[in-house]
């Protein structure tokens, strides 16, 4: 078979981690996308007919659990935008508006890096160059690349970001460079673009881009084949992608961070579909009738108000049979305590968790702490970095020592906050500390403006007469923080939620 009729094919180990992303994917993909599959996730009972299945299935609603939970792990660092730190050249900070050519900055194009690698495990950014025409006499030797790099310069064209998703790279080869180290020898994207018929109507078509350290291929399928659209070189001399792990397992391999959450998410939407069902019937009481004439069984019944049914036989009874409840109940705790563990696995990725460390580092800081989604953060800095890294180094720019990105992480510490305040608020009932030095330690954990003035506040209390119920009320604070994320109020999608 020709190549090119398989250029679309998956590698093994993109196959293998295609199967634990299909509960995710349809997960996210919200109820719509979770019946498109049926019967894969919502199993057909024995001796179900098809329409009482059809009727189940499109009763069936699913739960978010696993979707909001990434947005609220995303709502944590990305309360703040990304900045770039250290000295930077005019090309590398154009990037912050701009990252991906196409207007978005860089706040949102590593946000969506970061969900899609906490859904998938990993994530990929590819560093990209704009085609500029080559010259006749132009060769692939040094000075022929170094003059390129001026003449792209001097046109204003710079390397841009492509964010590809783990599920679109489907393939890829390694090999051993000099070092041995593994690098990449191809890789191949999957992508879909909307081009022009012929008759002016828009068609969407499935694209293959091949990439090697020295050129590149676009496949278009046309007609159920592959065919050439464009090819070219590049100058970059090797694959220019940069792959951001959250939970890795292997090369340009990983695992879901939140498998677990989605097959608890799975079990709700089952269950639920089961107690949605039960109501149906449970609703509707059943009508029982006995002792009544062979006549009287042949005339029509009317049921409702201001309706009276007459019966001649002695032993004519009429009842309503009515559903005990109990299965209902269990159903409705079995729900809840799905939604418990559900909200517990989606925040043990904000839970402090003190890490492997050496005798020196604990000596330097036996309080330092790191969440999951703080570990996250850090892995993708350093992948942009990394990507920043190959952009300066394709447009010929020197990068300064000193440059990295950085992403807002100092979130942790309300998830420290709250145990910290009870304990607090123990010493401070005890007598063991001051009330301005309680009022100092609760501004020093956020939870209160740095702007209050421990003293005076302590004269307002005491002007007002509180009880201890103050105390108690800044506790609740402290667990709401630790429990809920902060919301950015300059996000325009929350807004629209809001207002919504």
């Not at 390129?148 to 310069?153: A, N, P, T, V």
């Not at 019944?301 to 009515?322: C, F, N, Q």
């Not at 007598?431 to 209160?448: D, K, P, Q, Y």
């Not at 421990?454 to 103050?470: H, L, M, S, T, W």
């Amino acid at each position: 078979m020709d190549a090119k009729q398989n250029i679309d094919i998956s590698c093994p180990a993109h196959l293998r981690m295609k199967e634990q992303w299909e509960l995710i994917d349809a997960l996210l993909g919200s109820t719509l996308r979770i019946r498109r599959d049926a019967v894969k996730w919502l199993p057909k009972e024995e001796r179900e007919s098809n329409i009482a299945y059809r009727v189940r299935l499109e009763r069936s609603i699913l739960y978010g659990a696993l979707r909001d939970t990434i947005r609220r792990l995303r709502s944590k660092p990305f309360s703040k935008p990304v900045k770039l730190e250290g000295s930077k050249p005019e090309q590398i900070e154009s990037f912050i508006e701009d990252s991906d050519g196409a207007g978005t900055d860089l706040t949102q194009f590593a946000g969506a890096m970061f969900d899609d690698a906490v859904a998938h495990g990993l994530t990929h950014c590819l560093v990209d160059f704009p085609r500029v025409a080559e010259k006749p006499d132009e060769t692939r030797d040094e000075i022929a690349t170094r003059v390129r790099s001026m003449r792209e310069r001097e046109l204003g064209i710079r390397a841009r970001f492509v964010h590809v998703k783990a599920c679109d790279l489907v393939y890829w080869a390694s090999e051993r460079d000099s070092s041995g180290r593994l690098v990449l020898s191809e890789i191949r994207i999957k992508e879909c673009a909307s081009e022009d018929d012929g008759s002016g109507t828009q068609v969407e078509r499935e694209h293959v881009r091949v990439l090697t350290p020295r050129d590149w291929t676009l496949y278009v399928k046309r007609e159920s084949k592959w065919v050439v659209s464009d090819s070219g070189t590049h100058t970059f001399g090797r694959i220019p992608l940069v792959t951001v792990y959250f939970q890795r397992t292997g090369f340009m391999c990983a695992e879901p961070p939140l498998c677990e959450l989605a097959w608890l998410n799975l079990a709700h939407y089952q269950s639920d579909s089961d107690q949605r069902n039960i109501l149906r019937f449970a609703r509707f009481g059943i009508l029982f009738m006995k002792g009544v004439t062979a006549e009287e069984k042949k005339t029509e019944i009317t049921i409702g108000p201001s309706k009276l049914i007459r019966s001649s036989s002695p032993d004519a009874d009429l009842k309503v049979v009515e559903h005990s409840g109990k299965s209902i109940e269990a159903g409705r705790l079995d729900l809840q305590d799905l939604e418990a563990r559900m909200e517990m696995l989606g925040l043990q990725p904000l839970m402090s968790r003190t890490g492997d460390a050496t005798a020196t580092g604990q000596a330097i800081d036996e309080s330092k702490t790191q969440c999951d989604v703080q570990a996250w953060v850090r892995s993708l800095e350093r992948g942009l970095t990394q990507a920043f890294g190959m952009a300066a180094e394709w447009m010929a720019v020197a990068l300064p020592a000193d440059f990295k990105v950085d992403i807002f992480s100092e979130f942790g510490l309300a998830m420290r906050a709250a145990e910290d305040i009870r304990n607090l608020i123990a010493a401070r009932q005890g007598g063991l500390i001051s009330h301005e030095t309680f009022l100092l330690e609760v501004r020093r954990r956020a939870l209160i403006s740095e702007t209050v003035d421990p003293k005076e506040e302590i004269q307002r209390i005491e002007d007002e007469g509180p009880g201890v119920d103050g105390l108690v009320g800044i506790a609740a604070l402290a667990a709401d923080a630790a429990k809920e994320p902060d919301e950015d109020p300059s996000d325009p999608e929350e807004d629209e939620r809001s207002a919504a």
